[in-house]
DNA sequence: CTTGACCTTGACACCGATGTGAATGCTTAA
DNA sequence: TTAAGCATTCACATCGGTGTCAAGGTCAAG
């Protein structure tokens, strides 16, 4: 599918998805005449990629995750910056969760309804 | 205590707290040499401060609901609009729980230690 | 062959949010 | 008196976009 198929079935402009390109998280292949051709997957690449930057994961994070994300490659190239960089994020998503969830009780308390 | 003292205890820095104040995050009194005081209270706020930014919070957020989390007034100006913020908000926060929450068991998988 | 929709690159500029740097000057303590 | 610490102010940086323009290539339908 062309970019701007993949625009519609996705929600996201086609600047947008040049855009995520352009930062790495969204391979394309190019046909002869030179437009970018997506796979089906790339829906829920973009998907992945949206909810991701939704909670608060930088494109830089998100890079570098979403290739073992995809299954592409599971644990082969698990270089020790990999997992460094993995390990990094799952403690500070946890550190966001706890937060998140304390605030949440913290707000909560003070409305009706829970 | 003087600004540099704060920002010594809370590991934050006197530019950031000045412009906390800037944002109605963080109340100051002033010494008539145009000093900025803070009470010991500040340091617990500073924290909550950061704290709720490295959640995910806007400061739009987070002015409105300190107040609360300190216990200056509970419950008392609960006007309507600010339990629609607060509603709205604790929405919010489990979207990015849950959406944290999958990523997390999505990227352990790949890890030997959870 | 033309028209119109769709695609390409590249650039420039702007937004809001969260900060950070640095210049310049006043106040206080040693 | 001198240095540390405080003050204000303007400006710049980064991140994640978004809009728009220019100048052009491609393609299917009529």
């Given at each position: 599918?062309?970019?701007g198929?993949?625009?519609?079935?996705?929600?996201?402009?086609?600047?947008?998805?040049?855009?995520?390109?352009e930062?790495?998280?969204?391979?394309?292949?190019?046909?002869?005449?030179?437009?970018?051709?997506?796979?089906?997957?790339?829906?829920?690449?973009?998907?992945?990629?949206?909810?991701?930057?939704?909670?608060?994961?930088?494109?830089?994070?998100?890079?570098?995750?979403?290739p073992?994300a995809?299954?592409?490659?599971?644990?082969?190239?698990?270089?020790?910056?990999?997992?460094?960089?993995?390990?990094?994020?799952?403690?500070?998503?946890?550190?966001?969760?706890?937060?998140?969830?304390?605030?949440?009780?913290?707000?909560?308390?003070?409305?009706?309804?829970?």
């Amino acid at each position: 599918m062309l970019i701007g198929e993949l625009s519609r079935r996705t929600g996201v402009s086609a600047r947008l998805l040049r855009y995520y390109e352009e930062q790495g998280l969204l391979g394309t292949r190019r046909d002869a005449n030179g437009y970018r051709t997506y796979s089906n997957d790339a829906v829920v690449t973009v998907r992945q990629i949206r909810a991701l930057l939704a909670a608060g994961l930088s494109t830089d994070v998100i890079r570098t995750v979403l290739p073992c994300a995809n299954g592409d490659q599971p644990k082969l190239d698990m270089c020790p910056q990999l997992v460094r960089t993995l390990t990094d994020e799952l403690a500070a998503m946890d550190g966001r969760i706890d937060t998140l969830r304390q605030a949440r009780g913290t707000l909560a308390a003070y409305l009706p309804e829970s």
